[in-house]
């Protein structure tokens, strides 16, 4: 690591690759570059092998069989191809299901993908969320009747981190006999995840999310009882006619690492991370009077603070006064714009407040010296942008 590298607590943007998944990756670059899907020689054979020794690693990491793995670009692709998938095939098929249930602190590739189908005869249904970021699950329950075809809530939230109840939400979808999709970008590698525990039909996740590679993803299908879809787009029938394209073995192999490792480390990360999070926000709370967590305490990874700066103070100002450490104010997908974000709003906070918000990502690589230098930075970051200090 360079010397004055900033210290970086946006684990929630990306995650750092992990050197074991680099290591394994530079291979399928230098020394079998083949497409896996041609299979008529050995080096397509060798490709073709290790793409699906990765797959069972992913399945491995949420309880899943490898062949209800389907490969994509990522999560936006997966929840797109879940969502859309889902509600074209069964309108295909003359399905009077037509109702798709979900947060209004969703990703925003969720909720756009629910709105587009709104053009195509589906009823979208936006719950808000209580103060803490918890769906009221009473309230989830009484959207749901005949008419659902889909339910789709996040597993962890990827600005506030609060752990929704999934097993209860599956519940509810099963008695209704709708289709459960969870977004688990960012839950993989951070808190336990087993489909059948959960009774998830349809579970999306990142590579970049766990100290793998961007650009690749996976779709958890279920087979029993089997989950159908309609493919975004069409090709050459590559992942069982979900996903058409050549899949990008170096990344496929980084994923199947990093899925490999964030089963057998992540709940020892999970312990680390809460021991650096905690002293971060011990020593930025002394700094800071008035400091305020957003979201449920308790129910949240170990690594997410989503935290309110007493003002009046603009986060930004606080991140400018703070070049020496990365941070955000919400969701990387939408961090140019200058509203503030959509989620903490849902939670009724003020704009004024929302404006005054951080998002801080603890990582598997974030270290106590880290925490501490972090802290301080951003409270000294504080009394500038707020002139506290003055």
């Known amino acids: ?68 793995v389907v490969l994509t670009s990522g999560a936006t692709e997966s929840n797109n191809l879940a969502i859309k998938g889902a509600a074209r095939f069964a309108a295909s098929q003359g399905s009077e299901r037509r109702r798709i249930v979900t947060l209004a602190t969703e990703h925003k590739c969720v909720l756009e993908s629910i709105r587009d189908l709104a053009a195509e005869g589906f009823e979208p249904v936006v719950l808000p969320v209580a103060p803490d970021g918890l769906v009221d699950l009473d309230r989830l329950r009484g959207a749901v009747d005949d008419r659902t075809l889909l339910i789709s809530v996040m597993a962890v ?12 939400i599956g519940a509810i979808a099963r008695a209704a006999g709708a289709l459960f999709h969870t977004d688990a970008a960012q839950g993989c590698g951070r808190i336990a995840l087993d489909v059948e525990e959960i009774q998830a039909d349809l579970l999306s996740i990142s590579g970049h999310k ?20 309609a493919p975004l787009f069409s090709g050459g029938g590559q992942e069982r006619g979900f996903r058409a394209g050549t899949l990008a073995v170096p990344l496929v192999v980084g994923f199947g690492e990093a899925a490999r490792v964030a089963a057998i480390e992540g709940m020892l990360d999970a312990g680390r991370i809460a021991g650096q999070r905690d002293l971060f926000l011990q020593a930025l709370e002394a700094a800071v009077p008035g400091l305020r967590v957003n979201g449920h305490r308790e129910c949240r990874v170990a690594g997410n603070l989503n935290l309110t700066f007493p003002g009046p103070v603009d986060a930004q100002a ?47 690589f974030t270290s106590p010296a880290d925490a501490e230098r972090a802290a301080a930075a951003l409270a000294a970051g504080w009394r500038t942008a707020s002139g506290a200090g003055e």
């Open 157 to 168: 939230n990827n600005e506030i981190g609060v752990i929704q109840d999934l097993a209860a």
């Open 1 to 68: 690591m360079r010397p004055n590298r900033p210290v970086y607590l946006d684990n929630h943007a990306t995650t750092p690759v992990d050197p074991r998944v680099l290591a394994v990756m530079r291979p399928w670059w230098e020394e079998n570059f083949a497409n896996p899907h041609s299979v008529e020689h050995a080096m397509g054979r060798e490709a073709e092998e290790a793409v699906e020794a990765a797959r069972a690693e992913i399945a491995e990491l949420i309880g899943a069989e490898a062949r209800e």
């Open 210 to 229: 766990i100290y793998g590679p961007k650009g690749i993803g996976a779709l958890y299908v279920r087979r029993r009882p089997r989950v159908r879809l």
């Open 318 to 364: 606080i991140m400018r006064a703070s070049p020496d450490v990365c941070v955000s104010t919400g969701s990387a997908c939408s961090s140019a714009a200058v509203e503030p974000s959509y989620v903490l709003r849902a939670l009724g906070i003020p704009e004024a407040e929302a404006r005054a918000s951080l998002r801080i990502g603890i990582g598997r």
